[in-house]
């Protein structure tokens, strides 16, 4: 058997196109959903349900957690959708799209780091390369 070739994510980067940075902490995405449409009629073949792939996908949403700095500057909370690049490791792979920030909390509390979290919606096709 082969030795594993998993990495961890330490130097991966997420840079947006407006310039808003963070110590980010933990990056997610929660995955790409192509739906299924139901195709069954009355005379399917073997009374067995058929389906057909809808021609619109969902590329999900990235998760971001992080040290909350206030240097940050304001969050893009009512910004239009622009270009992010994400590197996994750091290394040359990319994974890069448009996408635009629907949700962002910032927690403080007593004995602990400021953090943040944020919820980026991704909005048409995100490239993997």
Not at 8 to 32: N, P
Not at 94 to 122: D, P, R
């Amino acid at each position: 058997m082969p030795a594993t070739q998993a990495q961890t994510g330490a130097g991966s980067t997420l840079s947006f196109a407006g310039g808003f940075f963070a110590e980010k902490v933990k990056l997610s995405h929660d995955g790409i959903d192509r739906p299924s449409i139901d195709a069954t009629h009355l005379e399917s073949p073997d009374k067995a349900r058929e389906y057909i792939p809808d021609h619109f996908t969902d590329w999900g949403s990235i998760g971001i957690e992080g040290n909350y700095l206030k240097s940050s500057g304001q969050p893009p909370i009512d910004s239009d959708a622009e270009a992010f690049t994400y590197r996994p490791h750091g290394d040359g792979a990319t994974v890069a799209g448009m996408a635009f920030l629907t949700n962002f909390q910032i927690t403080m509390a007593v004995g602990e780091k400021m953090s943040f979290t944020a919820t980026l919606k991704c909005t048409g096709k995100v490239t993997f390369s």
